[in-house]
């Protein structure tokens, strides 16, 4: 979620080349760190000179803040205003940047059936995973989950076609979830704007690379949702992007059951059966609210919803350690070792 609150571990590396290759790392690459939208977002910036590098990488970074303070859903940026005039008088009236960005996010929120959906802030609010307070160490009350939840409207029924926002009493709209894809596909855009060739803007990792590390392709890692370091490596082909949702990012643990923060919106609670999904696609925006999507689709589920939203290339990993591929996920990654055993790894067509 967007706002103030502990940094986000991350679900993706950026790999030496020994770890996947055999040579080392190219030397002539620009690398910044800075904090926002509640993570760290890390710019590497290839074969550039160091000065056009580094104004690129300032200006994405002033992007990236703008983006934090006006898409907070808690502040008084623009997002936290519409949402204060849903509070007081149930309609608002987005600019027209916010209200494309709500029309494409309830895009994806049907194709998924709401598996996804960005009106659910009153859900993520109620469970204390939205502001920088002290983190939740015990479930909701189960009335006042209830009462939550039946409140729920999905955003696609709150877009009128005079371009308002119509919601009933207590809808809160967080962009969590699609935000932070949205700003990753408007930091490359920048970068390209200004000349760059071969970049990588990891926010919190989740991804979007383009072009390569000087002679070979950028190497990225996913992370073990269970364990130190990586599950698996993958080399970026061309433009694309990898995002990873995992119940490892944000949680606490009551009695031995874990409690996470990405909510299913038909139940109020965490959705259960998984513990990371990972998803690529040349869109950031739509591998970000996709892999949200799966999650809360579940084990079973997940290959019909990954259809719906046009997907060829999806890991998901079962709490309960069983990796799912699509044939071409499973095309693309390296295992580090001997890899799973083969009785863990199940090979999923998405119809």
């Known amino acids: 979620m967007l706002g103030s609150k502990p940094l986000r571990a991350a679900g993706l590396l950026i790999l030496a080349g020994s770890l996947l290759g055999g040579c080392d790392a190219p030397e002539d690459v620009y690398r910044t760190r800075f904090e926002a939208m509640g993570t760290l977002v890390d710019v590497n910036i290839a ?13 994405v970074e002033a992007l990236f803040k703008d983006r934090e303070r006006r898409w907070d859903p808690w502040s008084d940026g623009e997002l936290g205003v519409l949402n204060q005039a849903l509070r007081e008088t149930g309609q608002a009236r987005p600019s027209r940047e916010l209200g494309r960005i709500l029309a494409d996010a309830a895009e994806i929120s049907a194709m998924s059936e709401a598996r996804f959906d960005p009106a659910v802030g009153s859900l993520t609010l109620l469970w204390g995973f939205s502001r920088d307070v002290t983190p939740p160490t015990a479930p909701p009350d189960p009335e006042a989950l209830r009462r939550t939840v039946a409140g729920l409207r999905p955003v696609t029924a709150l877009l009128t076609g005079d371009g308002t926002v119509s919601a009933p009493d207590g ?13 990753v596909d408007e930091a490359i855009a920048l970068l390209r704007s200004r000349g760059i060739a071969d ?5 919190g990792g989740d991804l979007r690379a383009y072009g390569s590390a000087g002679d070979r392709p950028w190497r ?3 992370r073990h949702p269970r364990a130190e370091g990586i599950m698996a490596g993958l080399e970026i ?8 949702s995992g119940d490892y990012e944000r949680f606490f643990e009551v009695d031995g059951r874990r409690y996470h923060h990405i909510l299913d919106p038909a139940t109020g609670y965490p959705a259960p059966g998984i513990s990371s999904v990972t998803v690529i696609h040349q869109d950031a925006a739509i591998a970000d609210a996709a892999a949200t999507a799966l999650f809360v689709a579940g084990a ?17 990993v079962e709490s309960n350690g069983r990796i799912h591929l699509s044939p071409a996920m499973k095309s693309r990654l390296w295992f580090p070792g001997d890899g799973p055993p083969g009785d863990q790894v199940v090979v999923r067509n998405i119809p």
């Open 220 to 222: 990225i890692g996913i």
């Open 237 to 244: 082909h061309g433009d694309e992007s990898v995002f990873t």
């Open 300 to 316: 079973e589920n997940w290959p019909a919803v990954a259809s719906r939203l046009d997907l060829t290339q999806v890991m998901v």
């Open 199 to 203: 970049a990588i803007v990891n926010a």
């Open 47 to 59: 074969g550039a000179d160091p000065e056009a590098a580094a104004g690129a990488a300032a200006a």
């Open 171 to 183: 809808t809160l709209i967080d962009l969590g979830g699609f935000a932070k894809g949205v700003a």
